[in-house]
Structures are given as C-alpha cells and as structure tokens.
C-alpha cells in the first residue's frame, strides 16, 4: 500500500513537475522535528545562534538526499530512523560549517540576513559551530565505527579544503585541477559520505555503496560550481550577499579560475581583491559574465550532472530513483 502511493506521485509530462522532497516527506519532517530539538542548549545564547542559522532556512539538500539515497537502494521503514539521523548529522556538520565560514570571510550576510557573526560576534558564533559539529557526533557515535569514520574523514577534509582555499586566495596561479581539488573537499565531500552512509544504512550491496558515494561527489561538485556562476551573475537579492563576493574575497571559484586563464587584467585584478576601485571590480564581473565563459562553466557541472545520471543507471527503477534524477538535474537548471 505504501509502495502504491510513492508511485502515485511520479508525473507524467502532463502533470505538475516532480519535486523530488515531496517522496520522502514523512522522512524530512522527522528530521526538522528532530534537528529543531537538537539545537536546543542549556546556555541559551548558543541555541539563539543555531536556531538563527538553521530554523526555517535553506533547502534541506542534504538531507533530502541522503534519504532519497536510502530509499533508492532499497531502505525500508525498520532502519529509516538511522537514515534520518545520518542526514541530521551531516546537516549538522554543513551548519557548523556556515557558521565558521563566515567568521574565516568576514561574512555579513547569510541566505540574506544579517550572518550569526555580524550579529553575535566572533566568540559565539565560534562556541555555536562548534556546539554543532559536538551534536552531530553525539547523534552519529552510537553507529558503526566505518560509518562514524566516513563521517569523520568529511569533517577532516572539510578543514583541509578551507585551508586549501586559503592558500589559493588571491593567487592568480590557481588553475582548474587547484579549483576541483579545493571544492571536492569543502563541497562535495559531505554528499560523498551522505551517498555512501545512506547505500550502506539501506543495506546495499558494496558497489552500489561505492556507486552511491561517487554519485553524491558528482552531485556536491556540480552544486559548487553552478553556485560559483550564481556568485557573479546574482541578482543579490536572491543568491543572498553580495554579487562578486568571491572575487573581491580572493576565492578561486570557477568563473574566476577559467577568466584568469586568458586574461592577464583579470589576473591583476584577482590579486589585487578588496584593494579594488568600483570601476575595476565593475569591469571585472564583466569579464566574468561573458556568456562564452558563463557556457563553458555551466557544461562542465553539466559534465558532473551527466555522470551522476549515469551512476544512477546502476539502481533498480523507482519513484526514489526518478526523484534523485530531478533533484540532480535541478542542480545545473538552479537560478537562486
């Protein structure tokens, strides 16, 4: 009975597009119920701060995910409560993350709002990221210890790609293989754990559990490097900070990369970074928004989407499977 009604919200073309959350429903209002709990804190200010962060916000990529991951490889009801606590973790950590990000750029807006750190300053929001990253393990450490180290190994390369990134700041010999490696950590790795712990909760054979890891790869970097063009292409009332963030931060994000490869002046620019007049940084998102240079981005996380189409060839079909293809495919068609 519940299988027939998981079918009945596959549409054709003749119907509402799919949206990929509504499939797991059930799953993801388990894990807001439980998220919302977890940020709760006896010193009052810390859960101020995650509540400010997280309520109501952002899109439950992840977790919508992870758990379409679970579902697809053949997750049943018995074990769901697992995949609902893996996805929680890994939003957890992605939060933690946020916070800490913004005390690294100086970052004053968030998702358009005032970031936790223009708003509570350094010291808290550092105590909040790391409250975070505390609760994800609490909730993860009754696991196996492969998956607990999967989750772990996301949070050691998170660091390490901030830190990457950090040295590639205002460097104008960063190239695309320098680009790829600093998004594979700080981006794509919390989808690689996320595929690869949902495969294996769902109790998936060990190719698939491969499969499913490459998959949230593809998909993390796809995901970075279309938010990369939306950087520089805004408007900043829907990406939710400043247009062009990036290049007067120094970030070597794609559009950057690829410009900085064939023009000399963009190069200069790129290191001169928040020393910029208006009219440099002004002719500078020109040369970034040029539409060959914006195509060119685009195919190559349309190069990623189509790999991750292709990994999905390897699961059985289902609503899930048609899901995770949507929700894949908006990754590259995503406008905000």
């Not at 989750?151 to 205002?170: D, K, N, S, Y």
Request: charged fraction near 30%; proline fraction near 4%; glycine fraction near 8%.
């Amino acid at each position: 009975m519940k299988k027939a009604k998981a079918i009945e919200l596959v549409r054709t073309d003749d119907g509402p597009p799919l949206n990929p959350a509504h499939i797991v429903e059930r799953d993801l209002a388990a894990v807001e119920l439980k998220l919302k709990r977890l940020l709760d804190s006896n010193e009052s200010l810390i859960a101020e701060i995650c509540h400010y962060l997280i309520d109501g916000r952002g899109k439950r990529l992840r977790p919508t995910f992870i758990l379409l991951v679970y579902r697809a490889c053949g997750g049943t009801d018995a074990k769901v409560e697992d995949a609902i606590d893996a996805a929680i973790a890994l939003e957890l950590i992605h939060s933690a993350t946020l916070l800490h990000d913004d005390i690294i750029d100086g970052g004053k807006l968030r998702r358009g709002k005032p970031s936790a750190f223009a708003l509570y300053g350094l010291a808290p929001t550092l105590v909040a990221g790391d409250y975070l990253f505390c609760r994800a393990f609490e909730l993860c450490g009754r696991f196996d210890e492969h998956l607990v180290r999967t989750a772990a190994q996301a949070c050691i390369e998170l660091t390490e790609g901030e830190v990457m990134e950090g040295r590639f700041r205002h460097n104008a010999a960063a190239g695309i293989r320098d680009y790829r490696a600093v998004i594979a950590r700080k981006t794509a790795s919390l989808f690689y754990a996320g595929g690869k712990v949902a495969a294996d909760l769902a109790g998936a054979p060990r190719h698939t559990i491969d499969a499913m890891a490459k998959l949230g790869m593809e998909v993390g970097l796809a995901f970075q490097m279309v938010d990369d063009l939306l950087d520089i292409l805004g408007p900043e009332e829907k990406i939710g900070k400043p247009v062009g963030s990036d290049l007067r931060e120094g970030i070597p994000s794609l559009p950057v990369v690829l410009a900085m490869d064939r023009n000399p002046e963009l190069r200069r620019v790129f290191q001169n970074g928040s020393a910029l007049s208006s009219d440099e940084f002004d002719r500078a998102l020109e040369v970034l928004r040029q539409p060959g240079l914006v195509a060119e981005a685009r195919a190559m996380a349309g190069e990623e989407i189509r790999i991750a189409r292709d990994i999905l060839g390897e699961l059985r079909p289902s609503p899930y499977r048609e899901s995770l293809a949507v929700l894949i495919d908006e990754q590259i068609d995503r406008q905000v």
